[in-house]
């Protein structure tokens, strides 16, 4: 009989997680605590790892990339106190050339691989179900769910439950112990949401970065789409920010950057239908499985948005999962050592890489600020050189002997 899995959240990394388990020949079904999909979404820079994982997956045909066709940098504008702008490097310009995407453009295609196609039978998606218990067994975990609509409550039994449900995973949270014990303190705040249109004067694929001391505002532009919009602050009362309203506590930590751009994008905030508004952390485990239980993801090791490789590293996850289980068929505890031997040094260093990326995000003081400004100047000037250089060069010479 096919081994069955419970597979805890809708996401980027609970359905690639589930393709990878459909591939090594197990029966998946998502449980998501939400009544229905989620839309949209915020900015994502897919890195090549990532794009491999699509590939590995089977969903890379599905996935629509958005990236604005510019010289590197040219698109991206810097703005400084006097809200002058000045070409400057943006998210897209790094090492790897990641895809701009929203983060709905890598759900849509991971759901479009979820469905049957006469091969693979379409995978099972229960919503507004959550678990509420989780016990293991020598050959089994029995897990106690619940129908949100309904209140009802029901036991089913699993070969193994894979906790996808993000930074504050209510998987490990049963299974590994509390929140406390594994999430990391940033001192840091995020707010990201969709713009109804690109900022006035502004091209409609522009990027805009405008950085204080503590605070800064991001506008990433795409190719077919309005842009959305990032504001991070940093602070050291986390509890002090989630009271009241966020447009309020937005407005009052912003207040002082009065430029156009900084107003068009507050006073968008008021308007926009939904927003994530939270406190930045990573997830720290020794080990990200049990017996039958295996975290991924934010779940096991949220490397936050400033490392900007939350997804990538999610649909590598996922695909790598469903490999190691493919090649470990008969032994589960192998598998599950060998998928985390193989994504660990991955993850770890990301995770420390965020650190510095945190300081491009928002810079940790004025000092910070212009030593940041400095260096992005620097490293503009690096990458237009060698452009400059690729371009001059003569092609590549026809390999000889090939055959067509």
Same mark, same amino acid.
């Given at each position: 009989?096919?081994k069955?899995?419970?597979?805890?959240?809708?996401?980027?990394?609970?359905? $690639?997680?589930?393709?990878?388990?459909?591939?090594?020949?197990w029966?998946p079904?998502?449980?998501?605590?939400?009544?229905?999909?989620?839309?949209?979404g915020?900015f994502?820079?897919?890195?090549p790892q990532?794009?491999?994982?699509?590939a590995?997956?089977?969903i890379?045909?599905?996935l629509?990339?958005?990236?604005?066709? $510019?010289?590197?940098?040219?698109?991206?504008?810097?703005?400084?106190?006097?809200?002058?702008?000045?070409p400057?490097?943006?998210?897209?310009d790094?090492?790897?050339?990641p895809?701009?995407v929203?983060?709905?453009?890598?759900?849509?295609?991971?759901?479009?691989?979820?469905?049957?196609?006469?091969v693979?039978d379409g995978?099972?998606?229960?919503?507004?179900t959550?678990p509420?218990a989780i016990?293991?067994?020598?050959?089994?975990?029995?897990?106690l769910?619940?129908?949100?609509?309904?209140?009802a409550?029901y036991?089913?039994?699993?070969?193994?439950v894979v906790?996808?449900?993000?930074?504050?995973?209510?998987?490990?949270?049963?299974?590994?112990?509390?929140h406390?014990?594994?999430?990391t303190?940033?001192?840091?705040?995020i707010? #990201?949401f969709q713009?109804p249109?690109q900022?006035?004067?502004y091209?409609? $694929?522009?990027?805009?970065?405008?950085?204080?001391?503590?605070?800064?505002?991001?506008?990433?532009g795409?190719a077919?789409?309005a842009?959305t919009?990032?504001?991070?602050?940093?602070t050291?009362?986390?509890?002090?920010?989630?009271?009241?309203s966020?447009?309020e506590r937005?407005?009052?930590?912003?207040s002082?950057?009065?430029?156009?751009?900084?107003?068009?994008?507050l006073?968008s905030?008021?308007?926009?239908?939904?927003?994530?508004?939270?406190?930045?952390?990573?997830?720290?485990?020794?080990r990200?499985?049990t017996?039958?239980v295996?975290?991924?993801?934010?779940?096991?090791?949220?490397?936050?948005?400033?490392?900007?490789m939350g997804?990538?590293?999610?649909l590598r996850?996922?695909?790598a999962?469903?490999?190691a289980?493919?090649e470990?068929?008969?032994?589960?505890?192998? #598998?599950?050592?060998?998928?985390?031997?193989?994504?660990r040094?991955?993850?770890t260093k990301?995770?420390?890489? #965020?650190r510095?990326?945190?300081q491009?995000?928002?810079?940790?003081?004025?000092?910070a600020?212009?030593?940041?400004?400095?260096a992005?100047?620097?490293?503009?000037?690096?990458?237009?050189?060698?452009?400059?250089?690729?371009?001059a060069?003569?092609?590549?010479p026809a390999?000889s002997?090939?055959r067509?």
């Amino acid at each position: 009989m096919r081994k069955r899995a419970l597979v805890v959240g809708l996401g980027i990394a609970g359905m $690639s997680a589930a393709i990878g388990l459909r591939q090594a020949g197990w029966t998946p079904v998502i449980i998501e605590r939400a009544a229905g999909r989620r839309a949209g979404g915020y900015f994502v820079g897919l890195f090549p790892q990532g794009r491999q994982a699509t590939a590995d997956l089977g969903i890379a045909g599905h996935l629509h990339t958005r990236n604005p066709e $510019s010289e590197p940098g040219g698109n991206t504008w810097s703005l400084n106190r006097r809200g002058a702008r000045k070409p400057a490097l943006g998210f897209l310009d790094q090492p790897g050339r990641p895809a701009a995407v929203l983060r709905g453009d890598i759900e849509s295609a991971l759901w479009q691989g979820m469905a049957g196609d006469g091969v693979d039978d379409g995978i099972e998606v229960r919503f507004a179900t959550t678990p509420v218990a989780i016990t293991e067994g020598a050959a089994e975990v029995r897990v106690l769910l619940e129908n949100a609509g309904t209140g009802a409550r029901y036991r089913e039994n699993f070969d193994l439950v894979v906790g996808a449900d993000g930074m504050r995973s209510s998987v490990r949270r049963i299974v590994f112990g509390p929140h406390e014990d594994y999430l990391t303190k940033w001192n840091a705040m995020i707010c #990201a949401f969709q713009l109804p249109e690109q900022v006035p004067s502004y091209e409609a $694929s522009d990027s805009i970065i405008e950085t204080r001391s503590k605070r800064a505002v991001w506008v990433f532009g795409f190719a077919d789409h309005a842009p959305t919009a990032l504001l991070t602050y940093r602070t050291k009362d986390i509890q002090e920010q989630f009271a009241g309203s966020p447009v309020e506590r937005l407005r009052s930590v912003f207040s002082g950057m009065d430029s156009p751009v900084t107003r068009y994008v507050l006073d968008s905030l008021e308007q926009a239908p939904e927003l994530l508004f939270d406190s930045v952390h990573q997830v720290k485990m020794p080990r990200w499985s049990t017996r039958r239980v295996v975290l991924v993801g934010d779940a096991a090791w949220c490397m936050n948005l400033y490392s900007g490789m939350g997804a990538t590293s999610a649909l590598r996850g996922g695909a790598a999962l469903g490999t190691a289980l493919r090649e470990h068929p008969d032994d589960l505890d192998a #598998a599950l050592d060998a998928w985390e031997t193989g994504l660990r040094p991955f993850i770890t260093k990301h995770q420390r890489a #965020a650190r510095l990326k945190q300081q491009m995000f928002v810079p940790s003081s004025r000092r910070a600020a212009v030593l940041r400004s400095v260096a992005l100047d620097v490293l503009r000037k690096v990458r237009r050189r060698q452009v400059a250089t690729e371009a001059a060069a003569p092609p590549a010479p026809a390999l000889s002997g090939t055959r067509r």
